[in-house]
């Protein structure tokens, strides 16, 4: 058994859901994993260090594919169910596997529509929210869009 992980529920729960709505296409590639894995222990951990050892206890809880249904009522407030809409939104833009391939696939279109569900976010508070994400998402990065988020929401609830 491995020793808790370093980082709190609250942070394992965001993380869980990424690795969730990553894996709704069936698998979870390992440039998702690796991304996932390099930016939660960089926003995590403080030096070089830390963040290697978090590396190494998150990849085993990314490798899990925990339904959503498990993750979300654990989810404690408003603020964090936005983060995680967000997340999920911007983790399925993310993942077009083929030049070509429609970016969002029926899959991670389900995983999307039951994270919705799950979460009881309104609909025009869904639509807000991905206008948003969808400016963010053109100047940068998903993953990067979505340590913003992270970390704006960490700041304010440590």
Known sequence: ???????SPRQMNLLRVVAAMSWSDGELSPEESALILD???QLFAQDEQQ???LR???HDYVMQNIPLE???PKLQSDTEKF???QLGYAVIQASSRAP???LVNEDEQAAYSKLINLLQIPPEQVSALE????DQLQSHSVVDAVVDRVNQYLQHHS
């Open 100 to 102: 070509g391939e429609p």
């Open 51 to 53: 963040q290697a050892q």
């Open 70 to 72: 498990e993750i979300v």
């Open 1 to 7: 058994m491995s020793a808790m992980p370093s980082i």
């Open 83 to 85: 983060l995680v809409l």
């Open 56 to 58: 190494q206890e998150l």
């Open 131 to 134: 206008a948003t994400m969808d």
């Open 39 to 41: 930016r939660f222990s």
